[in-house]
């Protein structure tokens, strides 16, 4: 989660960008609120589908990365204009200015209702239980068979 000493900062970042910066910083929110809108109505449409699952882990990985983790790999399997959109707001969440879930075109209460819905919330209570039963049993030291 972004403290509001790191968001001011970055505001900051932001405001003293040259004015061409700013624009174009502008234009990709701007193709990316567009791309994520693109998204969200195939992930309404794909319900039940490979796609949608592809699709709910992506935009998942870019609310939480850390708890939802995301392989590239599964953006071949989607259709191409897709995979544009998912290209296109990966290019502007790259830049750190604004949360996808930010742009106004869905919360973030919307996003985790799909890793509900898709499992994925599930799979990362399940890495969690492991990473916190691993620590009880070895400590930050961690398991001995990894001693050097």
């Not at 567009?34 to 319900?47: C, E, G, V």
């Not at 399997?77 to 869905?106: P, S």
Request: aromatic share 8%; with cysteine.
């Amino acid at each position: 989660m972004v403290t509001i000493d790191e968001a001011c900062r970055t505001r900051q970042r932001i405001d003293q960008l040259h004015p061409e910066t700013k624009a174009l910083i502008e234009d990709r929110r701007q193709l990316a609120i567009l791309a994520l809108q693109l998204l969200t109505k195939a992930i309404r449409d794909y319900s039940g589908t490979g796609q949608r699952y592809r699709l709910t882990a992506f935009v998942g990985c870019l609310y939480n990365g850390m708890r939802y983790p995301f392989d590239l790999s599964d953006l071949r399997g989607l259709d191409l204009d897709v995979q544009d959109a998912c290209m296109t707001v990966l290019n502007f969440d790259r830049l750190g200015v604004q949360e996808i879930h930010k742009l106004g075109v869905v919360t973030g209460v919307q996003i985790h209702s799909w890793m509900v819905e898709d499992g994925y919330a599930r799979e990362a209570d399940r890495r969690q239980i492991g990473r916190d039963l691993y620590y009880h049993e070895y400590g930050e030291s961690g398991h001995p068979a990894h001693e050097v």
